[in-house]
C-alpha cells in the first residue's frame, strides 16, 4: 500500500459507501485498516479494528494480526497481548511478519 492509500480507503469506507447505500462488513474494515496499518496510521487502524466488534462485526485472523502489528507499531504493548489473548479463545494463530 502506497503511503497515502489509506486516506481513500478511508474515504472510501466512509463516504463512498454510505452515499452508495453500502453497508461495511468486517471484511471492508479489515482491508481499510490493513492499508491504515500499512500507511503507518497505526491509531487510525487500531480504531477501525475496534470499531468492527462495536458494529456486532467479527474480525477474522488476519484482521487481529493487522491489529497486533498496529500495535507494534504504536508500541501499545498491552492492548497487543489482549488481542493476542482473544486470538488464543477463538483459535487464531498471531503472525508476527
Not at 500500500?1 to 452515499?19: D, F, G, N, Y
Not at 498491552?78 to 477463538?90: A, D, L, N
Request: proline share 4%; net charge negative; glycine share 6%.
Amino acid at each position: 500500500c502506497k503511503p497515502k492509500e489509506w486516506e481513500q480507503s478511508v474515504h472510501i469506507l466512509r463516504t463512498l459507501m454510505p452515499a452508495a447505500d453500502i453497508e461495511p462488513d468486517a471484511q471492508s474494515f479489515e482491508h481499510v485498516a490493513a492499508a491504515c496499518e500499512e500507511g503507518h496510521e497505526w491509531q487510525k487502524s487500531l480504531d477501525l479494528f475496534i470499531e468492527i466488534s462495536s458494529r456486532g462485526l467479527s474480525a477474522s485472523s488476519v484482521g487481529h494480526n493487522y491489529a497486533l502489528s498496529a500495535c507494534r507499531q504504536g508500541k501499545r504493548w498491552q492492548h497487543g497481548f489482549e488481542i493476542m489473548e482473544v486470538m488464543k479463545e477463538k483459535g487464531f494463530e498471531p503472525d508476527f511478519r
